[in-house]
């Protein structure tokens, strides 16, 4: 059973576009929500994470929005370039440990 | 300063085969997890390690094993191979455990059972 639930699943992005990546949960145990960013060959990388307390966090062109009430979290990247192509992860852990469910990611292409 | 070392980076193995793989996290992190990576289920969480103790284990069967010495390398076993087993292992370290903890990966192994 997926415990985070991610979409869409690619995305197509012109350059200076806006890409918008939704992610779900459903246990309320969760209380980090890091987002991690992976090029191909590559271990995936932390780029941004937020804590439940706070319903957003801006990083440069990086933003997390979150909504606990609804469960639901999204990472936007504004001004998006050729060079956020890769493939971006959702994840969430509680606070007993570093186990982390990982949505199933978004592959994320932006046009020039 | 060095990150998440992981080898071999590529290797093929025969079915009903064992592997192990090898990680060094990085310097003064204690935690060291392991995650399989492949394209239908993402990344799925196998165990972590913390001060040579294992202290979470996914939902995977007792064929996937590991262990941490004490200087915090670890190694995961695969035995009996499957060729469902073919996926991208990847280790992260962090320096503590407890939520919040940011996790860092290596690059991973390839691991690809014929």
């Known amino acids: 059973q997926q415990q985070v639930k991610q979409s869409p699943q690619s995305l197509i992005v012109q350059k200076g576009g806006i890409s918008i990546i939704n992610c779900a949960y459903e246990?309320?145990?969760?209380?980090?929500f890091p987002w991690y960013q992976q090029f191909p060959g590559k271990g995936p990388a932390l780029l941004i994470a937020i804590r439940p307390d706070v319903s957003e966090k801006k990083e440069g062109r990086f933003t997390i929005s979150f909504n606990k009430s609804a469960k639901q979290f999204s990472l936007h990247i504004m001004d998006s370039q050729p060079g956020d192509s890769a493939t971006y992860f959702c994840a969430a852990s509680t606070e007993t440990g570093n186990q982390f469910y990982f949505g199933t990611g978004t592959s994320l292409t932006v046009i020039p | 300063k060095a990150g998440v070392t992981q080898t071999p980076r590529y290797l093929i193995k025969t079915r009903g085969q064992q592997v192990t793989l090898s990680c060094s996290p990085i310097?003064?992190?204690?935690?060291v997890s392991w995650y399989q990576q492949t394209p239908g289920q993402g990344l799925q969480f196998l165990f972590e390690y913390f001060s040579e103790t294992q202290r979470n284990k996914g939902n995977f069967p007792g064929r996937f094993s590991g262990r941490q010495f004490s200087n915090s390398r670890s190694e995961m076993n695969v035995s009996t191979l499957e060729l469902g087993d073919s996926a991208l292992y990847l280790c992260a370290s962090s320096f503590d455990r407890g939520g919040g903890n940011t996790i860092y990966f290596g690059e991973g192994s390839w691991l690809t059972v014929v």
């Open positions: 246990n309320t145990a969760f209380d980090y």
């Open positions: 310097s003064g992190h204690r935690s």
